[in-house]
């Protein structure tokens, strides 16, 4: 895997990590908390200490935050739009669905689009396909590991075709792949796809 991460990106990392494996804690930046209460969701400003603020959203419209950039989901569910964090849109309507997750610096939103695995760009609303279709294979989870790096974890379903047997009895890959190049290459394998675990900080 190339690079190195950061202290920054380490610590923000593994904040995140151990907050959002708290109910109701959605997302952990390095100056706020978003978390639900009262079926919607609100913002914590950690550096200021000053009294929790209402987005006026449920968990089901807003997807992320991160850095003052909002994903939230559209209305038709068959895409996303992104807002600064004054709630203004800075792009209303980008193909992907909605269950993606936002980079740390909120730059990239990384989900699921028509064509496959793809990353957007939250200022402009490009959107990129990542190269991690290999032979019949195609990414089923993943999640941003530190920087433009998105790690998926890839089943080989021609596999299963070929043999008739379920999914969960395939083997699988771990990837990395690199925004800034949309390149992605295989990191770990496994005979069993069930045994495989993202390598996220």
């Not at 919607?40 to 935050?65: K, M, N």
Request: charged share 20%; with cysteine.
């Amino acid at each position: 895997m190339s690079g190195l991460a950061s202290t920054s990106d380490l610590s923000r990392s593994r904040a995140r990590r151990a907050w959002s494996s708290l109910s109701p804690i959605l997302s952990v930046d390095a100056d706020e908390v978003a978390y639900i209460a009262d079926d919607h969701v609100w913002l914590a400003d950690l550096a200021t200490g000053e009294q929790p603020r209402s987005t006026r959203r449920t968990p089901d419209e807003l997807v992320d935050i991160d850095e003052g950039v909002r994903a939230m989901r559209s209305p038709n569910a068959s895409s996303v739009q992104f807002r600064g964090a004054d709630g203004s849109v800075v792009r209303p309507s980008v193909p992907m669905e909605a269950d993606g997750q936002l980079s740390s610096d909120g730059r990239w939103f990384f989900g699921f689009a028509a064509e496959g695995v793809a990353v957007a760009n939250t200022a402009t609303g490009e959107v990129q396909q990542l190269d991690a279709d290999v032979g019949g294979q195609f990414a089923r989870t993943g999640a941003w590991s530190y920087g433009d790096t998105v790690m998926l974890l890839v089943p080989d379903v021609s596999a299963a075709s070929e043999g008739g047997g379920p999914l969960y009895k395939v083997p699988g890959a771990v990837m990395s792949c690199q925004v800034s190049t949309l390149e992605c290459e295989t990191e770990a394998t496994s005979p069993d796809f069930l045994t495989l675990v993202l390598p996220v900080l």
